[in-house]
Every structure is written in structure tokens, then in C-alpha cells.
């Protein structure tokens, strides 16, 4: 997922696309903050808040480039004077700073190992500076396979765009403020969903549906809480490049109807149902499923598909 923020030096795209070292890092023209993909978004505090973690560590990834960048620090001095910055935003929200660090300081250990392809421009400036080879190797080592992932994911797009899919499937989001990186329901409810996963899955979601569940992406995002999540079905008012690249050839494209489902909306703070005269307007507030990131359209009921399209986008 992608969405802008603004920060103390501009708008920030920010990425969780990927698995990250050190949880954050930043591309090298400092326009896009990488969070990992597994760190859960949203962390409850020991008095019962709920509080979203990326603000801070965008805060810390966005001062800690441009003291680099600007001032010419290493990165060492430049992640102690971010780590001030982070730290004078997180009391000022009225947070323990020991609770939150502890926390951090916790994942950081838990997802010290990556795996997966890193983005293709993150700045390698902290594992150099740091002396951390084993991160600095580790990640030049992959990043053929990084550029391997881009350039299908590339392929992929120019070959769908000339198919049969709405080419509005790979436009941005309508339902993100890009000034203030915030939900916006001014835009109209969406006349189609998309859902992403493997042909083999194909026969079984003919006859069934799309069934609830906890998949991969949810698993890998929440770690030892992933027991925990709610099963939903997970859907996308656009086709990410992100998971389309995931299972490249054997991507099985589902798009869905959401006027003939019962499908809701998370904005952050509350859920909207999506396809009624309540878009917009009355919000149900409440416990929220495990799992939800903004921007999340999910069901918690069997969703009926529409149609079935193969890579390509060719109508199977």
C-alpha cells in the first residue's frame, strides 16, 4: 500500500510494500519512507489506546535523510538527533516514550531477517555508515532480484492495460487526501473491487465464492498475532502492483460487485459501508477486525465474484 504524508520537508510517498530492514528506511532521493510490511500499524498501549506507529517513525526516517542529505551527518549523528525528533512527537501525543521505544526495540530484534526482494532505490547510507555488512551485503545481493520483481511487475502492467481490464484498475486511489495522507469519502463509493491471488485457487472460488480467511499477507504482517486476526476477505479499488508482481504468470485477477456484497470501508478510525446511502455519512464505530489497515476494503462474509481474469487480463 501507498499513500502521502506530509512531513516537516514536503509530502512523503510511504510504501509498505516490502520488508525492511531496521523496520524504516527511505529511498536514496528521499521522496519515498519504505515501512516493513510486518510491522503492525497499530499498537496498543498499556492504558488501553490504540495508537497508529507510523507518524513516528516517518517523523524519525524523514529528519534522520535530511540531516544526511542537508547537513552533510553521518548517519549515526543523524539517528540520534531523529530519535529527539521522534521521540518530542511521541510525548507530545502523551505516550510513554520507555513503552513505545520497548516496543520498537522488540520488532526491531523480531524482524532483524528479510527475505524478500528490498526496494530497488532504498538508500544504503545507515548499513555502510554503521559498518553493519552483513545487512549491506545481504541486501546488494538481492537486489537482482529486486529489479528481476520490477520489471515483471513492468511487463505485467503494459500487458493489462492493453487487455480487457478498466485501466482505471491501475490509477490512484480516489479515497486518499494526497495533502494530508488522510481518508476521503468525497469521492463516490467504487463501482468495482479487485482481488488478487493464485489460478490454482480458480475452481474451488467458482464454486464457493471468495470465503473468509487469514491469508499470507496478514500472516507475514502480524507475526505472532496472526492467530489473532479476523478472516476476511481482503479487496482493493485497484489492482496493486505489489501483489499482482507476487504471483506474477499465475496471478488470478477477480474483480467484484459491490452493490451484490456486503462490504466495508476502514478509514483509520471508522468503518463505512461501502455501497449504500450510508457512504459518507454514518459510520459504525466499534471494535475493528484484526488485520485492517487504512484503507482497507474487506467483507467478513462470503463475497460473490464478478468475473475471472488470467495475468494478461484476458476474461477466463
Same mark, same amino acid.
Given at each position: 500500500?501507498?499513500?502521502?504524508?506530509?512531513?516537516?520537508?514536503?509530502?512523503?510517498?510511504?510504501?509498505?510494500?516490502?520488508?525492511?530492514?531496521?523496520?524504516?528506511?527511505?529511498? $536514496?532521493?528521499?521522496?519515498?519512507?519504505?515501512?516493513?510490511?510486518?510491522?503492525?500499524?497499530?499498537?496498543?498501549?498499556?492504558?488501553?489506546?490504540?495508537?497508529?506507529?507510523?507518524?513516528?517513525? $516517518?517523523?524519525?526516517?524523514?529528519?534522520?535523510?535530511?540531516?544526511?542529505?542537508?547537513?552533510?551527518?553521518?548517519?549515526?549523528?543523524?539517528?540520534?538527533?531523529?530519535?529527539?525528533?521522534?521521540?518530542?512527537?511521541?510525548?507530545?501525543?502523551?505516550?510513554?516514550?520507555?513503552?513505545?521505544?520497548?516496543?520498537?526495540?522488540?520488532?526491531?530484534?523480531?524482524?532483524?531477517?528479510?527475505?524478500?526482494?528490498?526496494?530497488?532505490?532504498?538508500?544504503?547510507?545507515?548499513?555502510?555508515?554503521?559498518?553493519?555488512?552483513?545487512?549491506?551485503?545481504?541486501?546488494?545481493?538481492?537486489?537482482?532480484?529486486?529489479? /528481476?520483481?520490477?520489471?515483471?511487475?513492468?511487463?505485467?502492467?503494459?500487458?493489462?492495460?492493453?487487455?480487457?481490464?478498466?485501466? /482505471?484498475?491501475?490509477?490512484?486511489?480516489?479515497?486518499?487526501? /494526497?495533502?494530508?495522507?488522510?481518508?476521503?469519502?468525497?469521492?463516490?463509493?467504487?463501482? $468495482?473491487?479487485?482481488?488478487?491471488?493464485?489460478?490454482?485457487?480458480?475452481?474451488?472460488?467458482?464454486?464457493k465464492g471468495l470465503l473468509p480467511k487469514v491469508g499470507e499477507v496478514t500472516r507475514s504482517a502480524h507475526g505472532d498475532e496472526r492467530?489473532?486476526?479476523?478472516?476476511?476477505?481482503?479487496?482493493?479499488?485497484?489492482?496493486?502492483?505489489?501483489?499482482?508482481?507476487?504471483?506474477?504468470?499465475?496471478?488470478?485477477?477477480?474483480?467484484?460487485?459491490? /452493490? !451484490?456484497?456486503?462490504?466495508?470501508?476502514?478509514?483509520?478510525?471508522?468503518?463505512?459501508?461501502v455501497y449504500s446511502d450510508k457512504w459518507g455519512k454514518t459510520i459504525e464505530e466499534g471494535d475493528f477486525p484484526i488485520g485492517i489497515?487504512?484503507?482497507?476494503?474487506?467483507? !467478513?462474509?462470503?463475497?460473490?465474484?464478478?468475473?475471472?481474469?488470467?495475468?494478461?487480463?484476458?476474461? $477466463?
Amino acid at each position: 500500500m501507498q499513500f502521502t504524508f506530509k512531513t516537516a520537508f514536503g509530502d512523503k510517498i510511504i510504501n509498505n510494500d516490502y520488508e525492511v530492514s531496521y523496520l524504516a528506511g527511505y529511498s $536514496i532521493d528521499g521522496k519515498t519512507i519504505y515501512i516493513d510490511k510486518r510491522l503492525p500499524r497499530y499498537l496498543t498501549l498499556k492504558d488501553g489506546r490504540k495508537i497508529d506507529v507510523y507518524p513516528y517513525l $516517518i517523523e524519525h526516517e524523514s529528519w534522520e535523510k535530511h540531516l544526511e542529505d542537508n547537513k552533510n551527518y553521518r548517519y549515526s549523528y543523524a539517528h540520534e538527533k531523529a530519535t529527539g525528533k521522534e521521540r518530542a512527537k511521541v510525548e507530545s501525543d502523551n505516550i510513554d516514550w520507555d513503552e513505545y521505544q520497548n516496543y520498537m526495540l522488540k520488532m526491531v530484534k523480531e524482524l532483524k531477517e528479510f527475505n524478500t526482494p528490498v526496494p530497488p532505490d532504498l538508500d544504503l547510507k545507515p548499513e555502510k555508515d554503521s559498518h553493519d555488512y552483513y545487512r549491506y551485503h545481504k541486501i546488494k545481493k538481492m537486489e537482482h532480484e529486486s529489479n /528481476s520483481f520490477y520489471r515483471k511487475v513492468h511487463a505485467t502492467y503494459k500487458i493489462i492495460i492493453a487487455s480487457k481490464l478498466d485501466p /482505471s484498475a491501475f490509477k490512484p486511489s480516489p479515497y486518499y487526501d /494526497s495533502e494530508e495522507g488522510m481518508v476521503d469519502l468525497e469521492a463516490k463509493p467504487p463501482k $468495482i473491487l479487485y482481488h488478487v491471488t493464485h489460478i490454482k485457487n480458480l475452481s474451488s472460488i467458482r464454486k464457493k465464492g471468495l470465503l473468509p480467511k487469514v491469508g499470507e499477507v496478514t500472516r507475514s504482517a502480524h507475526g505472532d498475532e496472526r492467530h489473532a486476526a479476523t478472516p476476511l476477505v481482503y479487496l482493493s479499488d485497484k489492482v496493486a502492483p505489489g501483489i499482482l508482481g507476487t504471483f506474477g504468470k499465475d496471478a488470478l485477477i477477480i474483480t467484484v460487485d459491490p /452493490s !451484490e456484497n456486503n462490504i466495508w470501508f476502514f478509514t483509520g478510525n471508522e468503518l463505512v459501508e461501502v455501497y449504500s446511502d450510508k457512504w459518507g455519512k454514518t459510520i459504525e464505530e466499534g471494535d475493528f477486525p484484526i488485520g485492517i489497515e487504512v484503507g482497507d476494503f474487506y467483507s !467478513e462474509v462470503k463475497v460473490v465474484p464478478k468475473e475471472f481474469f488470467d495475468y494478461k487480463g484476458n476474461s $477466463i
